[in-house]
């Protein structure tokens, strides 16, 4: 079992963890869930002992990892793929690891096969896809056959196969009794692979329970009304009926807590007009965003195009919808948009369904002080049928998932 009490992790005015406590369970693939940034690799890296805690504690079968015997051989993990010596075959990568921990070279062709890479053993790993890169990641947590695993976004680039064979290879190794813990961003990926949930948003633990537990909190049906009329005589009698009733963005009410037949009957007898009464089901996904989207550190802007969009003749270059070159475009003509974001990665529903269970210390809404922007794909309409490579002063892309070198830049 993995055990953490008041775990915190300040990077200096940073505090990348905050004071959580959590348990993770033998005999279950308990998901790690949380935006880019809240902190699921800081945790994970704790729990390793790459990093201290600045307060807390995080231990593992009783003991900090560091005082564990043998330690490789009963703790297992994936944190960053690419940490891997590209020159190096997936073979030889893995026998070093072997090596380093006292376990047998038979055991390297064991691994290779399971996670299916036995045709490119011999392989250098810098030529390896990033799908490939997370199985030879996924063999080298599974080295030296431990009881505990932890894997940090283990389907990142890995395809349909490669996520079915995740899933089925989480779900197997916890079956065996193992601890099984995996950080993903994503809710719908958890939800079928996962018995218990762990939701942290900067730093800060937003819930811990079951799976279903969260599907029975979270998916409950609720309808849409909307009427022409003003809705306040409406609303007051639903509450005083029980439902509970929240405004949608679009301007009707999402209804939970009363049957579709008993609403219309309201409606009927207030004499209000309805233009829509539809059931509907919440998605985990949709529940899992609502639930975040406080904790959320990095938002888009729109893509204003200032400067990009003209009236007049256009340079040849854009008018295939083309990027200018970079002496066109300075950097500068981007402005961020004002106004609500079409391409907002958690959209801002107000007061949908059932509110989060266990909601501990949410930071306030909106973008976090030190917030950034990352630069962010055009919408699909935008998208031009021919992109000429991007200006050499292009902003550089988000930042790939942590890596090692935090840990390094750190010490
Ligand atoms: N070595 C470090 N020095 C300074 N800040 C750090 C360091 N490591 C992490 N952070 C910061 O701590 C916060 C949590 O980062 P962390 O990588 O743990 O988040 P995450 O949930 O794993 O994110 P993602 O989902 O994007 O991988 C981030 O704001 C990050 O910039």
């Given at each position: 079992?993995?055990?953490?009490?008041?775990?915190?992790?300040?990077?200096?005015?940073?505090?990348?963890?905050?004071?959580?406590?959590?348990?993770?369970?033998?005999?279950?693939?308990?998901g790690f869930l949380g935006p880019n940034g809240s902190?699921k690799s800081t945790t994970m890296r704790?729990?390793?002992?790459?990093?201290?805690?600045?307060?807390?504690?995080?231990?593992?079968?009783?003991?900090?990892?560091?005082?564990?015997?043998?330690?490789?051989?009963?703790?297992?993990a994936l944190l960053d793929a690419k940490a891997?010596?590209?020159?190096?075959?997936?073979?030889?990568?893995?026998?070093?690891?072997?090596?380093?921990?006292?376990?047998?070279?038979?055991?390297?062709?064991?691994?290779?096969?399971?996670?299916?890479?036995?045709?490119?053993?011999?392989?250098?790993?810098?030529?390896?896809?990033l799908g490939?890169g997370q199985r030879?990641g996924i063999?080298?947590a599974?080295?030296?056959?431990?009881?505990?695993?932890l894997f940090d976004e283990p389907v990142n680039g890995l395809?349909?196969?490669g996520i079915?064979?995740v899933r089925?290879?989480m779900?197997?190794?916890?079956?065996?009794?193992?601890?099984?813990f995996v950080s993903s961003h994503l809710?719908?990926e958890m939800?079928?692979t996962a018995?218990?949930?762990?939701?942290?948003?900067?730093?800060?633990?937003?819930?811990?329970?079951?799976?279903?537990?969260?599907?029975?909190?979270?998916?409950?049906?609720?309808?849409?009304?909307?009427?022409?009329?003003?809705?306040?005589?409406?609303?007051?009698?639903?509450?005083?009926?029980?439902?509970?009733?929240?405004?949608?963005?679009?301007?009707?009410?999402?209804?939970?807590?009363?049957?579709?037949?008993?609403?219309?009957?309201?409606?009927?007898?207030?004499?209000?007009?309805?233009?829509?009464?539809?059931?509907?089901?919440?998605?985990?996904?949709?529940?899992?965003?609502?639930?975040?989207?406080?904790?959320?550190?990095?938002?888009?802007?729109?893509?204003?195009?200032?400067?990009?969009?003209?009236?007049?003749?256009?340079?040849?270059?854009?008018?295939?919808?083309?990027?200018?070159?970079?002496?066109?475009?300075?950097?500068?003509?981007?402005?961020?948009?004002?106004?609500?974001?079409?391409?907002?990665?958690?959209?801002?529903?107000?007061?949908?369904?059932?509110?989060?269970?266990?909601?501990?210390?949410?930071?306030?809404?909106?973008?976090?002080?030190?917030?950034?922007?990352?630069?962010?794909?055009?919408?699909?309409?935008?998208?031009?049928?021919?992109?000429?490579?991007?200006?050499?002063?292009?902003?550089?892309?988000?930042a790939a998932a942590p890596s090692?070198?935090?840990?390094?830049?750190?010490?």
């Open positions: 079992m993995i055990e953490a009490v008041g775990l915190t992790k300040r990077y200096g005015v940073k505090t990348a963890v905050d004071n959580l406590t959590f348990q993770v369970r033998p005999g279950a693939v308990t902190g704790m729990i390793l002992g790459l990093d201290a805690p600045t307060s807390g504690q995080v231990t593992v079968g009783g003991r900090r990892f560091r005082d564990l015997p043998n330690a490789p051989r009963q703790v297992g891997v010596h590209g020159g190096r075959s997936a073979r030889q990568h893995l026998l070093c690891l072997a090596q380093l921990s006292g376990i047998p070279a038979r055991r390297v062709d064991e691994v290779l096969g399971v996670v299916g890479l036995q045709e490119v053993a011999h392989r250098r790993s810098k030529g390896f896809s490939m030879l063999a080298g599974l080295l030296g056959d431990p009881q505990v695993l395809d349909p196969e079915h064979w089925n290879l779900r197997k190794l916890a079956g065996e009794g193992r601890t099984v809710m719908s939800a079928l018995d218990h949930l762990i939701v942290i948003g900067r730093g800060q633990l937003l819930a811990d329970m079951s799976v279903k537990d969260f599907i029975a909190r979270n998916s409950a049906g609720y309808a849409r009304v909307r009427t022409p009329e003003t809705s306040e005589k409406l609303v007051r009698a639903l509450s005083e009926a029980g439902a509970h009733v929240q405004p949608e963005q679009d301007g009707a009410l999402r209804v939970s807590g009363l049957a579709l037949p008993h609403i219309s009957d309201l409606a009927f007898d207030l004499g209000v007009r309805l233009h829509e009464l539809s059931p509907h089901q919440a998605s985990l996904e949709e529940a899992y965003m609502r639930m975040t989207q406080a904790a959320v550190d990095y938002r888009s802007t729109q893509d204003q195009r200032f400067g990009l969009q003209q009236a007049g003749p256009v340079p040849a270059q854009a008018q295939y919808g083309g990027y200018p070159p970079p002496h066109a475009a300075p950097q500068h003509q981007w402005q961020p948009a004002p106004g609500p974001n079409p391409y907002q990665t958690a959209p801002p529903p107000q007061g949908f369904g059932a509110p989060p269970a266990g909601p501990v210390g949410v930071s306030p809404a909106g973008p976090h002080p030190g917030a950034m922007a990352p630069p962010v794909a055009a919408p699909p309409t935008a998208v031009p049928p021919a992109v000429p490579p991007p200006p050499q002063d292009a902003p550089p892309a988000p090692l070198s935090k840990r390094e830049s750190e010490s």
